[in-house]
C-alpha cells in the first residue's frame, strides 16, 4: 500500500528551463510535505516543505504546490542547474492516527539537468 | 563536524552473520529513526525512538532490533543476516518539540551488502 508515489522514475531537463516534479498522496490525514534531494553516496538533505494549510511555499528558485482536493503536490525548480541533478523524494506525514511523528516516502525521482 | 553520523559507512558481511549498524547526532534530538533504501522503493522505516524509553516499530521491522543507549545514540541490528537485507541504511534525527514539525535530518548512510 504505497500512500506516497512519485510516478515518474526520472525527468531530464536543459539548464536554465523549468524541472516539475509531481507527487501523489493517498491517506488524507496527511498534514504536513517535505521534498528532500539526495545526491549519490550521501543522506537525504530536506529541500523544503509545505503545511496543509497552504497552497504554495517559495524558497529561491524552489516552489511547493499543494493541491489538497487532487491530493497532489509539486515541486517547482526554476531556473534548473546542473548542481540541483540529483534524486529527490516528496515524504509525507500526519499530526494524528497511525503516521503521527513519522515520515511516508515516495519511490523517487532522478532529475538530470543537461548544461 | 557532521550532525549525524552512522558507522560503518560499507559493510559486507556474509548470510547469518550478526551486524550492528551505529548512529550517532549531536544535534540535541529526542527522535531517531532507521530506514533502509531500497532501488524503486523509496525510504521504509525499520524502527522508530521518540526518546530513551520509547522504541516504535516501523513498517518493515521484521529481521531487525534497535537499542536507544542514550538520546545521542541509536543502533540498529541485524541479528542474522540474509541477502534480501541487501541496502543502503539511513538514521535520521527530528525535533519534534521546537514546533517545526516533522522534518527529519538524515545521516550519511551505511552500504550493506550480504553475500
Known amino acids: 500500500d504505497q500512500q506516497v508515489k512519485q510516478n515518474s522514475p526520472s525527468l531530464s531537463v536543459q539548464e536554465g528551463r523549468i524541472s516539475i516534479l509531481n507527487c501523489d498522496y493517498t491517506?488524507?490525514?496527511?498534514?504536513?510535505f517535505l521534498w528532500y534531494k539526495k545526491y549519490p553516496a550521501e543522506g537525504p538533505t530536506f529541500l523544503i516543505s509545505?503545511?496543509?494549510?497552504?497552497d504554495k511555499n517559495e524558497d529561491g528558485r524552489f516552489t511547493v504546490f499543494l493541491n489538497k482536493s487532487a491530493k497532489h503536490l509539486s515541486l517547482h525548480i526554476v531556473p534548473s542547474q546542473p548542481g540541483d541533478s540529483a534524486v529527490y523524494f516528496c515524504?509525507?506525514?500526519?499530526?494524528?492516527?497511525?503516521?503521527?511523528?513519522?515520515?511516508?516516502f515516495g519511490q523517487g525521482t532522478i532529475l538530470t539537468v543537461h548544461p | 563536524d557532521a550532525d549525524v553520523t552512522q558507522t560503518p559507512r560499507n559493510r559486507i558481511t556474509k548470510t547469518g552473520k550478526r551486524i550492528m549498524l551505529e548512529c550517532s547526532q549531536t544535534?540535541?534530538?529526542?527522535?531517531m529513526y532507521w530506514y533502509r533504501q531500497d532501488p524503486g522503493l523509496g525510504l521504509r522505516l525499520i524502527y522508530y525512538?521518540?526518546?530513551?524509553?520509547?522504541?516504535n516499530k516501523g513498517e518493515i521491522s521484521d529481521g531487525y532490533s534497535v537499542s536507544r543507549q542514550a538520546q545521542a545514540k541509536f543502533s540498529l541490528s541485524l541479528e542474522s543476516a540474509i541477502p534480501n537485507q541487501t541496502a543502503l541504511y539511513f538514521c535520521?534525527?527530528?525535533?519534534?518539540?521546537?514546533?517545526?514539525?516533522?522534518?527529519?535530518?538524515f545521516g550519511p548512510g551505511t552500504r550493506l551488502t550480504v553475500l
Open positions: 525512538s521518540f526518546d530513551v524509553k520509547d522504541i
Open positions: 515524504a509525507a506525514s500526519a499530526m494524528g492516527g497511525t503516521s503521527y511523528g513519522k515520515l511516508t
Open positions: 535520521a534525527t527530528s525535533d519534534f518539540t521546537s514546533g517545526s514539525t516533522d522534518t527529519q535530518y
Open positions: 544535534k540535541g534530538h529526542d527522535r
Open positions: 491517506n488524507s490525514m496527511f498534514d504536513y
Open positions: 509545505i503545511s496543509s494549510i497552504k
